[in-house]
């Protein structure tokens, strides 16, 4: 299989059928791919709505976490569980596109056609349809973000993401990784490449992230990071 496309969510039952169905519209006979939603213990109808789904189509899957782990928990258990090369992750409030994946998976073809090192495309939402405080909070965390890591990513809070399964597996696991997977790659001998996205508002549902609380763990995050970084050190081995 080529492609698993992971969407971990906590409480967004009215979003899950329409972004399903856009996902089948972007990639129905464009690529061989799986449908891996995470359910991070929500309390809404997502447990039934993800039930139904699984009855109606073999290549759409769920988990459930039994307690609840947060994001970055619920895409590792996706790429766990995923049967793709390739992981393509999705926020599943459908502020992200479907539509932006398979130009993501050509240029991700481009890539390794040319380029020897692992690569990662990053979703860029370059016209942002957040409200004002987290555009303001999101664009202070980039810059110091950028400063502190080297990472060259204009946008990595971006949900749209695809990598190669294989190389997420070998990055270390911590809570809120979601936020540094860029870094990650970087820190395995990879590469970024950012691509303009599609981003849109919120139309059902509510945020389940304030910018205070994610400015309290994002210090602490930033610098375990740098720790990581510091420390990297990726053996090259060859069978005799």
Sequence with gaps: ???????????????????VAEIRAALDGKLDYEI???????????????????????????????????????????????????????DGDRQNDP???????????????????PVLIAGWRVKRQDVLSKRIASRLANKLRR?????????TGCGLKLFPREQFLEFP???????????????????????????????????KYGNLDRALVGVSDLLGVAWLQRRASIPTANEE
């Excluded at 050509?106 to 020897?116: G, H, K, L, S, V």
Aim: charged share 20%; glycine share 8%; with cysteine.
């Design 173 to 207: 696991y911590f809570k809120h990784m979601h936020r540094y997977l860029c870094a990650l790659m970087i820190r395995q001998g990879g590469h970024i490449v950012s691509v303009p996205v599609n981003h849109r508002h919120r139309t059902q549902g509510v945020s």
């Design 36 to 90: 891996i939603y995470v359910d991070d213990g929500s309390t809404d109808a997502t447990p039934q709505i993800l039930a139904e789904l699984r009855a109606q189509g073999p290549n759409f899957r769920s988990l459930r976490h039994v307690t609840r782990c947060g994001q970055s928990a619920g895409v590792r258990s996706g790429v766990k569980a995923a049967r793709g090369t390739w992981i393509a992750t999705l």
């Design 99 to 117: 539509a932006d994946i398979p130009a993501m998976w050509d240029r991700a073809q481009q890539e390794i056609a040319t380029n020897p090192k």
């Design 147 to 155: 400063a502190m890591l080297k990472d060259g990513t204009p946008d």
């Design 1 to 19: 299989m080529q492609l698993s496309v992971v969407v971990p969510v906590l409480n967004e039952a009215e979003n899950i059928r329409p972004l």
